[in-house]
T-cell receptor
Framework: TQLLEQSPQFLSIQEGENLTVYCNSS?????LQWYRQEPGEGPVLLVT?????EVKKLKRLTFQFGDARKDSSLHITAAQPGDTGLYLC??????????FGTGTRLKVLA | GAVVSQHPSRVICKSGTSVKIECRSL??????MFWYRQFPKQSLMLMAT?????????EQGVEKDKFLINHASLTLSTLTVTSAHPEDSSFYIC???????????????FGPGTRLTVL
């Protein structure tokens, strides 16, 4: 069974701080996505990474896919209250099935 | 971009009744739809994969007689929770995937979710 472990599970930080969320697996994925989900809503896609070692930036968010395509990280610079939410990574297998990570709940305090 | 809707967004029912949740792809044809379940403060758990015109494939531990899935058209899949009980209360999310786009990614587009509360 493919598993995606995210760390930390919970994170509460002050506005302006930086943070990194990790997504780790023992399995190789063809690609990996990061989502943010607000309470009572569906997940919203932030980014897709495909190539091992790939780095993508989305404003203050930086995403990296591990060289072996087994892990990924999400770094947020100067976090803002609007970044609050549940962050989910999702590994995509060759059969296009999505395996979601365990989730990281982020709270940014003003 | 591709839009997926779910109906209803919220439903409350009595124990023992059945509840049907609809998932529609509004502007594309979805050959495959997925149903997920999410418990409070937890991640999404894949329940089943539904291909248009064929039987759904259920993940291990998901009762197919409990969670009936029908994917009768390229734009509609339904999940029926039969004889619902309080432990079935959860947030149910569907996603839809269209025909292969030719690229490395076969993206899923997620619906807004349906919150089911069984009293």
């Amino acid at each position: 069974t493919q598993l995606l472990e995210q760390s930390p599970q919970f994170l509460s930080i002050q506005e302006g701080e930086n943070l990194t969320v990790y997504c780790n697996s023992s399995s190789v994925f063809s690609s990996l996505q990061w989502y943010r989900q607000e309470p009572g809503e569906g997940p919203v896609l932030l980014v897709t990474v495909v190539t091992g070692g790939e780095v993508k930036k989305l404003k203050r968010l930086t995403f990296q896919f591990g060289d072996a395509r087994k892990d990924s990280s999400l770094h947020i610079t100067a976090a803002q209250p609007g970044d609050t939410g549940l962050y989910l990574c999702a590994g995509i297998s060759g059969t296009y099935k999505y395996i979601f990570g365990t989730g990281t709940r982020l709270k940014v305090l003003a | 971009g591709a839009v997926v809707s779910q109906h209803p967004s919220r439903v409350i029912c009595k124990s023992g009744t059945s509840v049907k949740i609809e998932c529609r792809s509004l502007d594309f044809q979805a050959t495959t739809m997925f149903w997920y379940r999410q418990f409070p403060k937890q991640s999404l758990m894949l329940m089943a994969t539904s291909n248009e015109g064929s039987k759904a494939t259920y993940e291990q531990g998901v009762e197919k007689d409990k969670f009936l899935i029908n994917h009768a058209s390229l734009t509609l899949s339904t999940l029926t929770v039969t004889s619902a009980h309080p432990e079935d209360s959860s947030f149910y999310i569907c996603s839809a995937r269209g025909p292969p786009l030719g690229g490395p990614i076969n993206e899923q587009f997620f619906g807004p979710g349906t919150r089911l509360t069984v009293l």
